[in-house]
């Protein structure tokens, strides 16, 4: 598919009013995302397991204007509250797909969103936030064409969040989601997110997320920086190139349930994305000292126990601590005892796996 065919053609009839509500996961990248083009191309394809409880819902109500207005109508509430500080993303991520969604300017649109998760809890909310009103658009979209089916809803709404932020488009659907070409992957795509079309080992059923909350603050590096550090970067090229081979690996392993392998890429990838961002210009820091001191205690447990506990980070200070739902007692009771003093405020939240985003 290209981005021409999701310009949908003239509605029939656009309806008066009505309301929606969303609620969308976010999710953790295995092989990363860093590096993008212009119009929200990523540079490498990525992974991502989807998670099941740190969410966003979003309710969009929607009523047709009299005329066509000139600009987006839309009022923003998180959390119970107007929010004008979040209204210049939505006029951004409204801008850039007006094409796609001609209906738009059409109506005023109310939307009321608020995060499972604790608000300035450094988590990214962009992939949740805006696949939920990606799919809440759609569903608009879906009253006015009611002949759109199941396949173009959720790869339009895949690419729609997409062009919100890069890692919404892998909040669509679950379990294992997969964005960007990949030469390995049938059907993989630049312009949206697909289910991962290979087999998963049931090793990796119910896989465990405990996200601990290292520094709560506002991120250091914003992630259009941050992407943008990617450009004239001396190892971009081999970066990019390792995002491919890392998952044409994966493919094995999942298949074979190899946690060893899964293991060694999934902490490798990780701290190559650090790793760019400190051999970047600028440069930048974003582990904390507790960051390390939690990476250090996960690689002497493992040691130690011979379990599948690791991690992985996004560009920021928290830590995601993966593991087998088998091991779970055993690595809570370690995560409890040495990890959580390293923790802001001894805050965590657990989640795991997760099949997608679901109509409330
Ligand atoms: C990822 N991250 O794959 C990577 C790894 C953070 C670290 O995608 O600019 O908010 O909106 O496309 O999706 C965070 O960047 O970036 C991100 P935009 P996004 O999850």
Redesign the pocket.
């Known amino acids: 598919m290209t981005e021409k065919d999701f310009i949908p053609s003239e509605y029939t009839k656009l309806i008066a009013k009505g309301e929606v509500t969303w609620k969308s996961p976010s999710?953790i990248?295995l092989v990363?995302?860093?590096g993008?083009e212009a119009n929200?191309i990523p540079a490498n394809p990525?992974i991502?397991f989807t998670l099941d409880t740190c969410a966003t819902t979003t309710k969009v109500t929607y009523k047709k204007l009299e005329n066509k207005a000139q600009d987006f109508s839309f009022d923003l509430f998180f959390e119970g509250s107007l929010k004008e500080d979040f209204k210049p993303k939505i006029q951004t991520f409204f801008k850039r797909i007006e094409d796609y969604l001609p209906f738009l300017k059409n109506y005023h649109f109310k939307i009321e969103t608020s995060n499972s998760f604790p608000h300035s809890s450094g988590i990214?909310s962009?992939?949740s936030g805006l696949s939920a009103l990606a799919l809440a658009l759609m569903s608009l979209e879906k009253e006015l064409n009611p002949d759109i089916n199941e396949d173009y809803f959720i790869k339009k709404a895949s690419f729609l969040a997409r062009l919100?932020?890069?890692?919404?488009a892998r909040s669509i659907e679950g379990d294992v989601v997969q964005w960007g070409n990949h030469e390995g992957t049938t059907n993989s795509s630049n312009l949206y997110a697909v289910k991962y079309p290979y087999k998963v080992h049931t090793n990796f059923k119910k896989y465990q997320d405990t996200i601990l909350l290292v520094d709560k603050g506002q991120k250091e590096v914003s992630?259009?920086v941050?992407?943008n550090l990617m450009h004239g970067h001396p190892f971009s090229q081999q970066r990019f190139a390792q995002a491919h081979d890392n998952l044409t690996k994966l493919k094995e392993v999942f298949a074979e349930g190899d946690l060893k392998t899964f293991i060694e890429i999934v902490e490798s990838e990780a701290l190559t994305?650090h790793a760019m961002m400190m051999t970047s210009l600028p440069y930048f820091v974003l582990m904390k000292p507790n960051t390390l001191e939690i990476i250090n205690k996960i690689w002497d447990f493992r040691k130690r126990t011979n379990t599948h506990v690791c991690f992985t980070l996004?560009?920021g200070a928290n830590v995601h601590v993966l593991y087998p739902e088998s091991e779970k007692e055993e690595i809570m009771q370690f995560i409890k005892d040495e990890l959580v003093a390293f923790c802001q405020n001894g805050q965590y939240i657990c989640d795991q796996i997760g099949f997608g985003a679901k109509k409330v």
């Not at 919100?164 to 919404?168: L, N, R, V, Y």
């Open positions: 999710n990248a990363k995302y860093w993008k929200q990525s991502s990214a962009s992939a919100g932020s890069g890692s919404a992630s259009t941050g992407h994305l996004d560009a």
